[in-house]
């Protein structure tokens, strides 16, 4: 059945009455996220992305504006707490989320909110634990890992709870390139079987990897913009202060220099095919 | 400031079932002014040694030298504290102060700087860090997760540190931050002379910057040279959990269909381009 999200006209501020509307966290922000869809959201820094993915999770009310679960409106306690299950956030800094003296009643203590039973737990918990590549880390303190150590932990909670959504906030910004690389693949993976993957990120590397990319500034919706029209406008990603992928920023100052390469290229691929019928 | 390290060890909650050998036998020599990487997989002992280096773990066995100051398991005050800079991994452990005018400030005034010599400070490192103005009255703990870590470095510049380590500094800043950070490590390098000690997972920033790089592997040194030796070993590399830097990867990506290659010394996108276009001009003139 999944999980449908959509934000009409939702505005948010954390001192709505003292700030002038220009200032808000998140302003005038209509989008949908369709279950099974694979997403990115880029933006500067302050440009609201955490802002908006607690709103997506229902701990965060919108200060203006409407939210809907599966076209019904979210108003209650109840509702927030029926979205909290289907949407799982991953937070920026691991600390924020991890609350139990060992990696595995921190693991439980999600699950143990949604009643999963005994056996169940038992089965997930190695499960994701494997899949995050904490296995054999189960007795250790949590605030005695190390940082990556800590960030692979928070993704593993999220996991045990089986969500319709999840929502990484920049989740493998401290992780060494293989974990990077594993927990991007999980990523996939995750899209793969039909699960909402919503990524904050901001690499380039990381951000084209999804089949939609949402850009923030200020508040508000810069971009919207399905896969395939990624590359011909990446280089607009400059002007708000954002990560462009090198092959792009190659292909820009060789047609700077006058290179006779085409204006639109759609791929890093192309690119190099380009340049090499030109060497 | 030299900084000599000999034979350095260190172990989490010695003697009770816990017990973590974190770091074992590692030596390295960081020769004043210069910018030292260290990279490798997560919970290889990064942090921890920068927890050594910066005197908030006092060493199991082994020695730390940095300058005329001497440190060893048996050193009860560590004397360096105050001349190293350090920026954390999670800068949010750093902040403490109701606000970011007075969190930046605390260094300097500890230094004893005077009033007008702290504001000044203060002004110059969020411009250094390319943070608004008008934040300087709000509370550290209601910004976003790339201001914190502008506010924290902001802080450790504002005490003009000789040397100055930073742990993953450019996690969770934009391009724009990271890029004005990066060029802020070159400059304090080449102006000032400040010795740089960068923990990253980010080969790119190794390329960019570090004179010499080491590798940590399972609490050990297991390997230490430049970036130019270190990225053209790629069966090591992968060995070490690590990857090539973008650059060299799109080179290497060229060099498929080209006859006579590209170096892959080149580590800046100016670099390639200018490199590119000499080679363009000869075959014309062929
Ligand atoms: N707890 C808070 N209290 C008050 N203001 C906040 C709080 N958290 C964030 N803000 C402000 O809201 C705006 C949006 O912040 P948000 O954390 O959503 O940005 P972000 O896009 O996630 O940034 P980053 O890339 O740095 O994580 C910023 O101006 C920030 O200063
Ligand atoms: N306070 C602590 N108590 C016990 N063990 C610890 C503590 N801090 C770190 N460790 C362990 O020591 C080892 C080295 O950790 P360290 O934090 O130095 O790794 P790191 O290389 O910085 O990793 P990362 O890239 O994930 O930040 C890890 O196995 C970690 O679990
Ligand atoms: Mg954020
Ligand atoms: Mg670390």
Sequence with gaps: MGTDITLQNVWFHYYPNTQAKENWAVKDVSLTFSQGEYISIIGSNGSGKSSLACLLNGLFIPSEGKLFINGTAIDSDQDRWEMKRRVGMIFQNPDNQIVAP???????????????????MQIRIQQVLQQVGLTGFEKKEPHHLSGGQKQRLAIAGILAMQPDVILFDESTSM????????????????????????HITHQ?????????????????VMLDLPKKSLYANAAQLDQWGLDVPLSIQLHQALRKKGWQVSDKVESEEQLVSELWTLM | MDIDVKELSYVYQKGTPFEEQALSNVSLAIPHGKIQAIVG??????STLIG????????????ITIGDYHVTSKTKKIPFRSKVGVVFQ?????????????????????QGVSLKGIEDRVQQAIKMVGL??????????????GQMRRVALAGVLAMEPSILILDEPTAGLDRAGSEQLLSLIQSLHEKNQVTIILVTHQMDEVARLADQVLVMDKGESAFYGTPIELFSDKERLREFGLELPTITKLINHLNHRINSPIPTSIFELDQ???YLEKRRKETENE
Excluded: C, W
């Design chain 2, 132 to 145: 608004d103005e008008t934040l300087l009255s709000k509370s550290p703990f209601g910004l976003s997760g």
């Design chain 1, 204 to 220: 380039a590397s990381e951000a084209f990897r999804a089949d939609r990319i949402i850009v923030l500034h200020q508040g508000s």
């Design chain 2, 41 to 46: 997989k997560t919970g290889s002992g990064k």
């Design chain 1, 102 to 120: 060992s990696v595995l009643d921190d693991i439980a203590f999600g699950m143990e909110n949604l009643g999963v039973t005994r056996e169940d």
């Design chain 2, 52 to 63: 050594l280096l910066s005197g908030l773990l006092r060493p199991s066995s082994g020695s």
């Design chain 2, 272 to 274: 390639l381009v200018a």
């Design chain 1, 175 to 198: 992780l060494d390139p293989d974990g990077r690389n594993s927990i991007l693949q999980l990523m996939s993976e995750l899209h793969d079987v039909g699960i909402t993957v919503i």
């Design chain 2, 90 to 110: 999670y800068p949010e452990q750093q902040l403490f102060a109701e606000t970011v005018f007075k969190d930046i400030a605390y260094g300097p005034s500890n």
